[in-house]
């Protein structure tokens, strides 16, 4: 007899439904969310923006906030990566597809980049999922071409090089996801963008940035970070070097709860994981800020060693606070533990993800942990002339598609955004508004930094 559990027995005896029919299903949308209205944005007070990023400010650490106000002041790219709550409001109350998917929630053109697979291979991907949730799968899209637009403006770019990236970017999503619908589904479900893979992808004019960032990559681990952020004691071990406020000791009592909320991480892991990090042992944990968005949240590093002091391992923990889509309608997946939520959430959108990926509590606060730097790296698309940033946007098109595509099926997806240029040209108009609207928001910050408003300080 089998032993099979019901809800997968059910799934299995499900009848498969017929490709066109599937495509049918996102044609159908259409009626509800004609593709037109994917260019609707309706222009807001940006003093609306600035208060958001007060409330988001709430629950971080407060010394930190200057830092977080003005890394976002710094540029209207800068303002927009550390902004994905503003977005989420302003995407939340427009119109949107019943499409759903496991989004990423802040899929910006600077959240795709390199990391190392469990075999030690360098692919690419969306690399970030604080804020991934279930939900309308265009949002991901419009968050894309808006930034696309923003950071070429930034890097000098003529509005017809901006629209032509946008437009490509799309276009490319929309040429991956017919792929994807035509292939078996362990073949889809297992593709990853390795080297091999990016080869195959019309990037000529990135070729060489892609291979100063991947060399760049290789060479970023846990051995490059304790050499250059630790330094070696008499008693044999390493210890963080501090550079405040953006690296810091941990010591007492709060080491010591780090330290057990590592043991419940471990716990979140598969058993070979798990067997594996029971071979290391803590040596030392420091308070490090990271990002643009994620300043004044509780990130820590932990310094672990194997074999010997040379043997090192450095994970990162850090703070999951509820995601910005929390509260509005059509998105789930967004209550409980909110580091499950990032971790399960990257698992669904990643062809492979880090070995050590899990998650783990400390007092009231949720975190996930994750290996640091290993084999990251990224491009800056702020500096990237136009026919380069053209390159990148199709490249991080075509990453989006697959990682939708692994929580909703292609084919559906394929029958609402079809085979004609009408969602293009629909997110290109809705990428210029966003961007006009990002412009406006980031001089309400900055004005309301030089009036004394909101304080802020520039940390490199």
Known sequence: MSTT?????????????????????????????????????????????????????????????????????????????????VMAHDLACGPRTQLTAQVCGDAHVSNFGFYASPERRLVMDINDFDETARGPFDVDLRRLGASVVVAGREAGATRARTEEAVRDAVRSYRTMLRGLAGMGVLDAWHLRFDEDLLDTIDIEHLSAVLRKATVKAQNNDSRTVAAKWTVATCASDRLFVEQPPLLTQVVGEQEEIIADALGDYVATLAHERALLLNRYHLVDVAFRVVGVGSVGNRTYIALLEGNGPQDTLVLQIKQARPGVFTGYEGF?????????????????????????????????????????????????????????????????????????????????????????????????????????????????????????????EHQD
């Open 5 to 85: 559990a019901g809800p997968v027995r059910g799934l299995l005896r499900t009848a498969v439904a017929d490709p066109q029919e599937l495509r049918e299903r996102g044609r159908s949308e259409r009626s509800r969310v004609p593709r037109r209205l994917l260019a609707v944005h309706v222009p807001r007070d940006p003093q609306i923006a600035v208060r958001i990023v007060e409330e988001t400010g709430r629950g971080r650490l407060e010394h930190l906030l200057p830092l977080r106000t003005g890394r976002m002041a710094a540029s209207p790219f800068a303002f927009l990566r550390g902004s994905a709550a």
């Open 332 to 456: 789930d997946g967004t209550g409980g533990h909110q580091g499950r939520r990032v971790v399960l959430g990257q698992k669904a959108m990643q062809t492979t993800h880090d070995a050590l990926l899990g998650w783990t509590r400390i007092g009231a606060d949720d975190y996930y942990v994750r290996t640091f730097r290993d084999m990251k790296g990224s491009i800056d698309p702020s500096c990237l002339p136009g026919h380069q940033l053209d390159d990148y946007a199709r490249l991080t098109g075509a990453l989006l598609a697959r990682a939708h595509a692994r929580t909703a099926d292609a084919r559906v997806l394929t029958g609402y955004l079809g085979r004609g240029d009408a969602a293009d040209t629909a997110l290109v108009t809705y990428a210029h508004a966003y961007a006009d609207q990002t412009e406006a928001d980031h001089a309400a910050l900055v004005a309301a930094v030089a009036a004394g408003r909101i304080p802020a």
